[in-house]
Structure formats: C-alpha cells, structure tokens
C-alpha cells in the first residue's frame, strides 16, 4: 500500500481543514489507517484511526469533538476534518495504514507528511 497525504496549509485559529489520505492498492478496504502528527522538538503522538470498513474510530482526547475520520473506500481515501484548530495543532500530519488491530501503533505502511500551521 502507498499512502499520499495532501491538504495541509496555513489557517488562523479556530479555522479548519480537511486532510486527505489517498492510497493505491485494491485492498485498501482491508486496512486500518491512521493519522499521526509531528510538532518540531516533539515525539509523533496518535491523531486519529478509523478501523477497515469504518465502523469503528478512534481520536485523541484532544482531539475529540473537534476532528473527524472518515473514509471513503470506493476512492481509496481516507479523510480528517480538523475544525476549531488550535495554535497547538500545528505540526507535520501523517497517514499510515496497517493490516493489524491495535490502531495506536505498529503501523506497517506511511505516507509523506502534510505540513499544518494555525496562526494565532
């Protein structure tokens, strides 16, 4: 599986972004994908996941109420739909996939990062 993330950009606080993650691959359905993110000077933590078929997500608790997995399996992307966006968002965000169950980590397959900076 490759994975492309896009949508990153400059918005002001409070605004939003939607982030895209397109991936090839025919058995992309099959995956469970999540979004990471990477501030400078600190450790990648967990965004989002949202399991294969996408019954079932997962968000950080600052994330909750606030930003949205979805997918759409038919165009092979899965999406997060960042709203109210804080200064502290701001960092490199990364989409990964995985065959596997434990959607916090031992994500096989990354794609590039996309850059998002809130301004304050």
């Known amino acids: 599986v490759q994975l492309q993330a896009s949508g990153g950009g400059l918005v002001q606080a409070g605004g939003s972004l939607r982030l895209s993650c397109a991936a090839s691959?025919?058995?992309?359905?099959?995956?469970?994908v999540g979004w990471f993110r990477q501030a400078p000077g600190k450790e990648r933590e967990f965004v989002a996941a949202?399991?294969?078929?996408?019954?079932?997500?997962y968000y950080a608790d600052s994330m909750k109420g606030r930003f949205t997995i979805f997918r759409d399996d038919a165009k092979n992307t899965v999406y997060l739909q960042m709203n109210s966006l804080k200064p502290e968002d701001a960092a490199l965000y990364y989409c990964?996939?995985?065959?596997?169950?434990?959607?916090?980590?031992?994500?096989?397959?990354w794609g590039q990062g996309t850059q998002v900076t809130v301004s304050s």
């Open positions: 990964a996939a995985q065959s596997g169950n434990n959607v916090y980590k031992d994500y096989g397959y």
């Open positions: 691959g025919r058995t992309f359905r099959s995956y469970t």
């Open positions: 949202i399991s294969w078929g996408g019954g079932r997500t």
